[in-house]
């Protein structure tokens, strides 16, 4: 249930790669649905009691609420009832799990150590939230390991198996789960302890630091302290160049084709997790380049008459920040930037640090809030957010949802970079950007 969402799609590819026969249900059509679709996934619009069938097993995802009609029909005829991370954990439990969690990075890191390690020639299973552009897909079996990205949102990344555990970072993110973030860090070291092998982390994030240091650990980051150490990042062409060192060795001009300082943190990830596993390191760098990263994560979409426009799926203070000054650095034109804010117990939460986030950008359009299945809540909306941001960065509107396609391309400019932010749908209003910008223009897409 909730096969539409990242998660539920990945679990649903994964399952049937085994064997499984697997259907879903979803409240709406959306490009995964379609995807499955056309995979032969039996997917029906809607929850009805006719949709389980003669199902043995059902899994739902955190969105679907317990007292759903499906699942009452699943408990009334006996059959068992999941939740994703309980279904995941049953069968990776026998594996050698790399479970990659943390606030930001977590999919880019899961995704390229995904990558390298298909690449020389391992058979990992996959689980990544997110689509890894170089396979086309977010899961998939194999034998040797398991690489695994877990979402901590809701506590169910301590369900797994880990034989090593990583943690890309930890931010003040779903405090409306966890009421505050001594708990959100109890539940990170629960998951550092848990590590049968090692625990890895990021040595920048002082609270990362702090849970590391009774366990068996490796740390990776810029400052000198790290085991995996970063260096001289600058940007050439349309890639990141660094250096790194790694058990006291140094590695020169090292080329990677994400952009910006928080991907050469995840590059750092993969590394240490790669070298951990002994994986020889010179053969590691060459693949850097290669990586061609994850779907709406600075996902170049369209060129339209010297105008370029990006999507991305930043959603939180820190990500956006990360974000826009890597995307400053690397295009050095006017930034536009059209973002939809994700939940309203997240702006209620946060709104003084979104506040002050955006100074990268040149101009910026605020929209309505993606409640993500949230009640209205406290005033907490879109011109709320806008009028907070405005405060400390004059060049701030809002634009109502349904008036962005036809108000964003009256504000652009020749040469100007724009860049879609959200987890929400707005991927796919910037869709309709770009298309209204092309009949503006009267230009060829080129992508």
């Not at 003669?54 to 009334?76: F, M, P």
């Not at 085991?227 to 890639?239: A, C, E, H």
Request: charged share 25%; aromatic share 10%.
């Amino acid at each position: 249930m909730g096969i539409g969402g990242v998660g539920m799609t990945a679990l649903a590819l994964l399952l049937k790669d085994r064997g499984f026969t697997v259907s879903g249900s979803d409240i709406k059509e959306s490009r995964n649905t379609k995807m499955l679709k056309e995979k032969s996934f039996p997917v029906y619009i809607g929850h009805r009691r006719e949709n389980i069938q003669d199902a043995q097993l059902l899994c739902y995802s955190s969105a679907v609420k317990e007292d759903n009609i499906e699942i009452l029909e699943a408990i009334k005829r006996g059959i068992e009832v999941v939740k994703r991370a309980e279904l995941l954990s049953w069968i990776s439990w026998n594996d050698k799990n790399i479970v990659i969690s943390g606030s930001h990075g977590k999919t880019t890191t899961s995704a390229l150590t995904a990558f390298v390690l298909t690449s020389l020639g391992y058979n990992p299973n996959v689980f990544v939230g997110g689509v890894a552009l170089d396979f086309g897909k977010s899961a998939w079996s194999g034998k040797d390991l398991f690489v695994m990205e877990a979402d901590e949102s809701d506590g169910s990344f301590l369900c797994y198996n880990s034989w090593i555990s990583v943690v890309t970072n930890i931010d003040y993110e779903h405090l409306d789960y966890y009421k505050n973030f001594d708990n959100l860090l109890d539940s990170f070291h629960e998951f550092i302890i848990n590590a049968k092998s090692l625990a890895i982390g990021c040595g920048d994030d002082s609270n990362v630091v702090s849970l590391m240091r009774k366990v068996p650990s490796c740390l990776y980051g810029l400052r000198k302290h790290n085991d995996v150490r970063g260096k001289n990042i600058r940007l050439f062409r349309d890639l990141t160049v660094f250096d790194f060192y790694f058990k006291d060795r140094k590695f020169s001009e090292i080329e990677l084709s994400l952009v910006g300082e928080h991907n050469v943190l995840n590059a750092l990830a993969a590394l240490a997790i790669c070298g951990h596993l002994g994986v020889d390191i010179d053969k590691i760098i060459p693949l850097l380049k290669k990586f061609k990263g994850t779907y709406r994560r600075f996902q170049l979409k369209a060129n339209i008459g010297g105008v370029i426009f990006v999507d991305d799926y930043a959603h939180h203070p820190k990500e956006i920040e990360v974000t826009l000054k890597a995307a400053k650095q690397f295009f050095k034109r006017r930034l536009v930037v059209v973002f939809q804010p994700h939940r309203y117990s997240r702006i209620k939460l946060l709104y003084k640090k979104f506040a002050q986030c955006f100074y990268s950008c040149d101009y910026l359009v605020v929209t309505d809030i993606y409640a993500a299945g949230e009640p209205y809540q406290d005033n907490i909306s879109g011109v709320f957010l806008a009028n907070e941001i405005r405060n400390s960065f004059k060049n701030t509107v809002y634009i109502p949802k349904e008036e962005l396609s036809k108000k964003v391309p009256l504000l652009l400019q020749e040469g100007d970079a724009v860049i879609g932010l959200g987890a929400g749908d707005i991927n796919i209003v910037m869709e309709s950007i770009v298309r209204e910008f092309l009949l503006k223009e009267k230009y060829n897409i080129k992508v």
